[in-house]
């Protein structure tokens, strides 16, 4: 007679998987704790007396921004330092990895048509992949530590340690592009007789072309974040800046490097977007 | 050929000349001709020292000093102070990540629409908030944060979660406005309120996305937890500054080493992760 009870159709006065989530909750804070005591996570030591004064002495110091000509002229150059520093590299970073990506795709393998790779073109390709692997995992700051034992501080090792990083990070994500797509237009022109680069151009290239750009412009991004963060060691550009601003506690001049940066990362976003929306 | 003629088309469509390449009122033109003049510009002003670079000289150089690399010191004394850096930076990565992610949920719910219907509740200022914590790179927050939190991973956790957050927010926000109306509607007409809206329609749903989000930022964070001890936030970095300091190759090889292996560790398990979430 009443054997569906009215009672289990009304909603739920708790939340009937409590149980589950308490459990997930602690199990995660227990897995956590090892991870907080290693990274010495004790943030009540910000508010500690003597470090709240430093900081507070620091932060006031920046109001208001330097904003003297000399010093602008000096963090518009850098500035521009920066910018050039990433697209010089970001350009020899495509010449590493339009190359590598190419060489090292299984679409435009003409064994792989007939269903199998060749033992040779597969360990070609195994070992191309490997070196883009080296080439990305090794930070580029890295990289310029190295380049700057050579050359000597200047931009130069900051262009070159973008470039192989960025060549081996961009050489890897075009290859899966490239294959993530429909094969189907290049296997056809392949089998056809086009040379491999034609059915690049009129078959991979076309299709899968506003992607490849996209991340093109997100890296080129990401690489002007990078070259501030090497001109730390020196290779020029506004990180530089900062670094002596930060040192000498010229709270002022910290101030104004930062609202630079505030700028860049607002005119690449705009600037991406709009490329986007050229070419995709 | 006549009758093609008389009924004035051509039995195949005639090749036409391919478009003009530059033409000004075409916009990509214009895009592509700045690009180049930035490319060039860029080489123009930076002098570099190519031929410094490349000459035989240069390339002995590196040699000699990748050479200097071998062996990578293994003295088990010294081994057990990279895995104990390591770890550190392993746990500031995560740490950082985490803190991350619910910061940017907290600062993304403000800046996002919960319905089409509404106004999000403080659109500009989060929005203002979210990219001048990406705006600054990690290394820059470091430096920041060294003078409030003293030398230590401390710092560099902090500075770790900062940046993330602000690159984080933004795609949550992203995510949150596009998550499928309907569960959250059908609890919006029972009455539910807002708060138990997000939690048990709107998030549910998200979280794998966001989780995969986060994963994919753990992984480029453990690239710059490994580095960030260059300007003094422990972890792997600052033994690396420290040895390459003191030209001790044989110590640095050992943490680079370290940091691929570390790097690499990461990337798996992420991968493992997201492929796990997918399922």
Not at chain 1, 122 to 127: H, L, S, T, V
């Given at each position: 007679m009443s054997g569906v009870a009215p009672a289990g159709r009304l909603a739920p006065r708790h939340d009937p998987a409590w149980l589950g989530?308490?459990?997930?909750?602690?199990?995660?804070l227990a897995l956590l704790w090892p991870l907080l005591v290693a990274s010495e996570f004790r943030p009540w030591t910000l508010l500690g007396h003597e470090n709240l004064a430093v900081t507070a002495r620091f932060v006031r110091g920046f109001l208001p921004p330097a904003l003297a000509p000399d010093f602008l002229w000096r963090v518009a150059r850098e500035t521009w330092r920066t910018v050039a520093i990433a697209t010089a590299g970001m350009t020899l970073a495509l010449g590493v990895a339009v190359p590598l990506a190419l060489l090292s795709t299984r679409v435009l393998s003409l064994s792989a048509l007939g269903g199998r790779m060749?033992?040779?073109?597969?360990?070609?390709?195994?070992?191309?992949?490997?070196?883009?692997?080296?080439?990305?995992?090794?930070?580029?700051l890295v990289w310029a530590l190295?380049?700057?034992?050579?050359?000597?501080?200047?931009?130069?090792?900051?262009?070159?340690?973008?470039?192989?990083?960025?060549?081996?990070?961009?050489?890897?994500?075009?290859?899966?592009?490239?294959?993530?797509?429909?094969?189907?237009?290049?296997?056809?022109?392949?089998?056809?007789?086009?040379?491999?680069?034609?059915?690049?151009?009129?078959?991979l290239l076309p299709q899968n072309g506003a992607e490849l750009a996209s991340y093109t412009v997100y890296r080129w991004e990401c690489a002007i974040r990078s070259s501030v963060v090497l001109g730390f060691v020196g290779a020029g550009g506004l990180g530089q800046l900062l670094?002596?601003?930060m040192k000498m506690f010229e709270g002022g001049e910290v101030a104004t490097i930062l609202l630079v940066f505030f700028a860049l990362v607002a005119v690449a976003d705009w600037l991406s977007a709009a490329l986007r929306r050229v070419l995709g | 050929m006549r009758a093609a003629r008389i009924s004035g088309r051509a039995a195949n469509p005639p090749y036409k000349l391919p478009p003009p390449l530059f033409d000004a009122r075409c916009r990509t033109c214009w895009i592509v001709l700045g690009l180049i003049v930035l490319v060039i510009a860029s080489f123009w002003t930076l002098d570099l020292q190519w031929a410094q670079f490349l000459s035989p000289g240069a390339a002995q150089d590196m040699l000699r000093f990748v050479g200097e690399f071998f062996p990578p010191d293994a003295h088990p004394a010294f081994l057990r102070r990279v895995l104990a850096a390591s770890w550190e930076t392993l746990a500031m990565s995560a740490v950082g990540t985490l803190l991350a992610s619910g910061a940017g949920i907290v600062l993304a719910l403000p800046a996002s629409r919960g319905h089409a219907g509404e106004r999000a509740l403080a659109r500009l200022p989060m929005r203002l908030l979210l990219n001048a914590l990406r705006a600054i790179p990690e290394l820059a927050w470091a430096g920041l944060l060294l003078i409030s939190a003293g030398l230590g991973p401390l710092a560099g956790t902090l500075a770790l979660a900062a940046h993330t957050t602000?690159?984080?927010?933004?795609?949550?926000v992203e995510a949150i406005e596009n998550a499928p109306p309907?569960?959250?509607?059908?609890?919006?007409?029972?009455?539910?309120?807002?708060?138990?809206?997000?939690?048990?329609?709107?998030?549910p749903q998200l979280l794998p996305q966001l989780t995969s989000y986060a994963l994919y930022r753990w992984e480029n964070n453990i690239r710059a937890a490994a580095?960030?001890?260059?300007?003094?936030?422990?972890?792997?970095?600052q033994l690396l500054a420290f040895h390459m300091g003191l030209f001790q190759m044989g110590k640095t090889?050992?943490?680079?080493?370290?940091?691929?292996?570390?790097?690499?560790?990461?990337?798996?398990?992420?991968?493992?992760?997201?492929?796990?979430?997918q399922r």
């Open positions: 989530r308490l459990f997930w909750t602690a199990a995660a060749a033992r040779g073109a597969f360990w070609m390709r195994q070992a191309l992949r490997a070196l883009l692997v080296v080439l990305r995992s090794v930070p580029e190295v380049f700057v034992r050579v050359v000597g501080l200047g931009p130069t090792s900051g262009v070159f340690a973008i470039a192989l990083t960025y060549g081996g990070m961009l050489g890897k994500v075009y290859g899966e592009i490239l294959e993530s797509g429909d094969a189907h237009v290049t296997a056809t022109l392949l089998r056809n007789g086009s040379g491999r680069l034609q059915a690049f151009l009129f078959g670094d002596g601003s | 602000g690159v984080l927010g933004r795609l949550f309907g569960p959250a509607a059908a609890l919006r007409i029972q009455g539910v309120g807002g708060a138990r809206v997000f939690l048990y329609a709107t998030l580095v960030l001890g260059v300007v003094g936030a422990g972890g792997l970095g090889a050992t943490v680079l080493l370290a940091m691929l292996a570390l790097v690499a560790l990461v990337d798996v398990a992420s991968y493992a992760l997201r492929a796990a979430l």
